[in-house]
């Protein structure tokens, strides 16, 4: 392609075409090293394959650590967009995946429950952890502590056991839907 046919080279159309201001990749262990900067224990997980900061926080500074994250000067978690659980069959653990809107930053941020199961809700942060809580309740058994209303979502009320657990008996006939 020549420079007549390429409107990237020419003058006349860099002139006019307006900025765009890109929003900048943050470094490695960025939202982690905030935390540190705050006193707040984290663990560094590396980044995923899409390349999102993983961070790794105990149930005693999960709600410090989310506080903080939702009020970051620079690049604010203000936007839950998902909380999945986990079953690691030693322990379980809550997956909450959170983007900033102002820099398009997003991190996710994983929180080991305790031997009962039990975990930190983080409903006073990002509310809409809300339906997401209670169906890793549900199909996981983990429990938040704060939750307003943690009942079963997806499983009928009188459901024994956690579906998605790697404990769960598959051999349970209540899993027999049809006679094919």
């Keep these: 392609m020549n420079a007549e046919n390429n409107p990237s080279s020419s003058p006349a159309s860099s002139a006019s075409t307006p900025e765009v201001a890109v929003p900048q990749a943050v470094p490695a262990g960025f939202f982690g090293a905030y935390l540190a900067s705050k006193g707040i224990a984290v663990e560094n997980l590396g980044s995923d394959a899409t390349g999102m900061e993983q961070i790794r926080l105990t149930a005693e500074n999960a709600l410090p650590a989310a506080e903080a994250l939702k009020h970051h000067p620079d690049s604010p ?104």
């Excluded at 997401?132 to 704060?146: K, M």
């Design 77 to 180: 978690m203000d936007l839950l967009l998902s909380v999945a659980g986990v079953d690691l069959l030693t322990h379980r653990e809550s997956v909450y995946h959170v983007q900033s809107i102002l820099s398009s930053q997003f991190l996710i941020i994983k929180i080991a429950a305790n031997e009962k199961d039990e975990a930190p809700s983080l409903f006073a942060v990002w509310p809409a952890v809300d339906w997401h809580e209670r169906e890793a309740f549900d199909l996981y058994g983990i429990v938040y502590q704060g939750h307003p209303d943690l009942r079963r979502i997806l499983m009928p009320t009188y459901w024994e056991g956690f579906p998605l657990r790697k404990d769960y008996k598959q051999e349970d006939p209540r899993l027999v839907w049809n006679n094919r």
